[in-house]
Every structure is written in structure tokens, then in C-alpha cells.
T-cell receptor, first 112, second 114 residues
Framework: GAGVSQSPRYKVAKRGQDVALRCDPI?????LFWYQQALGQGPEFLTY????????KSGLPSDRFFAERPEGSVSTLKIQRTQQEDSAVYLC??????????FGQGTRLTVV | AQSVTQPDIHITVSEGASLELRCNYS??????LFWYVQSPGQGLQLLLK??????LVQGIKGFEAEFKRSQSSFNLRKPSVHWSDAAEYFC????????????FGAGTQVVVTP
């Protein structure tokens, strides 16, 4: 596709359930970023990949959050044992090696 | 530590009137500054960016922003607002060596009235 694609667009999880959020970056983009956007807030950085290497995971809020990009393309953000405070929109962005990042539409996660 | 402040949570403006959104930053070096717009259910779209050089930056959709180092500000302006400009606007500082790691402000919600 032409842009960054995220799936699912909406996810409702029961507290304690594990979830996996997918990001398909723009083809050829080497860098991939995950952000968490709580209601009424700006996005907050979670983690960053360059190809398959996770170069920065300083924003992951707890060890329940895990991200991977095994083949340097599609990425998955996994949240284990979801809590209500995990409810947010999760945004993915990708960028070429020298160029601006493009954002996907996000996945809205609601933990009930 | 770097930070980005958008003092106005919510702004209401009449269609055809001018718009200015404020952004103040705290950063140790010369910052890379950005403005993004987010419409409901949509991702973030880049309006404009400042890296260096001319402090008045032109962007898409008729927006411009001015970098003022002395005031640590990067305010966004549009001379005449259209109803389609209703959205949330985020100011951001480039936060690392990569092109996609940002620190965002909390956003300003813009409502456009007829």
C-alpha cells in the first residue's frame, strides 16, 4: 500500500488479556517507530527499530510491553496482561534512512 | 530535559479569521521543530518543519510557522481558516538522531465556527 497500515483499527481487550498490534510500514522504509497516545494527550515515544534492530526501547512503560520486527519490515507491538491504563491509541510511523516519518492511522485499544 | 509546551488546550475561531497556535520548547541545542495535524480517527500529518536557516517556514494547507530562538517559540499561523482546518494540532521537537523520534506537546484542539 501507499501508506503505513495498522491493524486492527480497534481492539477491545479484557483486563489481563494479551494483545498484539501490527504495523506494516511503507515499503523500503528502514526505520519504524511506535507511539502511545492516551486520550487528550500528545503521542509518547515507545520504541524505535532500524531494520530488524531495536535501537531504542526507552519509552516502553513496563516489561509487559514488547515489540519486534524480525525481518525488518512488519512490526508487532505486544502487550501482555493488559491493564486499564494501557487503553490508548497506538501509532506506528516509518521513515526512509534520510527522510521524514509517516504515521499510520493507529490502533485504538480499550481495556475493559 | 527537553520539553514542549502548548499553552492553549482549545481554540475556537471563526471561518475566515486568522489562527495562531503557540508552542514553546525547552531544548539544549538547536532543535528540530515540527507541527503535525491530526483529524479524528486519522494519523498524524506533517504540516511543516524547521531544521535551520530561514526562521519563517512555509508548510502545506496555507500554514506557516516562525522560529524565535530568543523566545524558545515555534508558533503556527494561518491567515484565513477554513472549516476543514478543524482538528488537533501538535508541536514536536526532534528527540534523537533518527527522523521519527519526537517529543510532542499535549496538543491544541481547534474548532472552526461558521
Amino acid at each position: 500500500g501507499a501508506g503505513v497500515s495498522q491493524s486492527p483499527r480497534y481492539k477491545v481487550a479484557k483486563r489481563g488479556q494479551d494483545v498484539a498490534l501490527r504495523c506494516d510500514p511503507i515499503s523500503g522504509h528502514v526505520s519504524l517507530f511506535w507511539y502511545q497516545q492516551a486520550l487528550g494527550q500528545g503521542p509518547e515515544f515507545l520504541t524505535y527499530f532500524q531494520n530488524e534492530a531495536q535501537l531504542d526501547k526507552s519509552g516502553l512503560p513496563s516489561d509487559r510491553f514488547f515489540a519486534e520486527r524480525p525481518e525488518g519490515s512488519v512490526s508487532t507491538l505486544k502487550i501482555q496482561r493488559t491493564q486499564q491504563e494501557d487503553s490508548a491509541v497506538y501509532l506506528c510511523a516509518s521513515s526512509p534512512s534520510q527522510g521524514m516519518a509517516f504515521f499510520g492511522q493507529g490502533t485504538r485499544l480499550t481495556v475493559v | 530535559a527537553q520539553s514542549v509546551t502548548q499553552p492553549d488546550i482549545h481554540i475556537t475561531v471563526s471561518e475566515g479569521a486568522s489562527l495562531e497556535l503557540r508552542c514553546n520548547y525547552s531544548y539544549g541545542a538547536t532543535p528540530y521543530l515540527f507541527w503535525y495535524v491530526q483529524s479524528p480517527g486519522q494519523g498524524l500529518q506533517l504540516l511543516l518543519k524547521y531544521f535551520s536557516g530561514d526562521t519563517l517556514v512555509q508548510g502545506i494547507k496555507g500554514f506557516e510557522a516562525e522560529f524565535k530562538r530568543s523566545q524558545s517559540s515555534f508558533n503556527l499561523r494561518k491567515p484565513s481558516v477554513h472549516w476543514s482546518d478543524a482538528a488537533e494540532y501538535f508541536c514536536a521537537v526532534g528527540a534523537g538522531d533518527s527522523w521519527g523520534k519526537f517529543q510532542f506537546g499535549a496538543g491544541t484542539q481547534v474548532v472552526v465556527t461558521p
